[in-house]
């Protein structure tokens, strides 16, 4: 087990990350940072009698994490229009290309009339 001091500097450190993800636009390494941040908070719930509320809360104050993730939450805000943009348009990509891009999957025996 590592200690409190340790794991909320781990968090700190990735929620630096997830800004710098927002200059970058990797949205993928987001999601990943996200899940990194999400694992940290269950050590910290599955370990009540390690972890204590105190220890974690004076260690919080300590590295103005809650600045930071006020940040990285209005930043998911702003951003979440352009990204939702982004997959609707990649959505309506999908749908045009299964409409015009059919190949060679037609009816065999119409193909075969149509010919002879």
Known sequence: ???????????????????????????????????????????????????TKDNIVMEIKNTNIMELDVKVKELIVKNMSDINKKLHSLGNELKIKKMYHVGFSGNPLLINKKIY
């Open 1 to 51: 087990m590592e200690n409190t001091e340790r794991l909320v500097k781990d968090f700190r450190d990735k929620t630096i990350k997830m800004l710098q993800c927002f200059s970058t636009k990797d949205f993928l390494m987001l999601n990943q940072l996200l899940g990194e941040r999400q694992q940290i908070i269950d050590t910290f719930e599955k370990n009540p009698e390690i972890y």
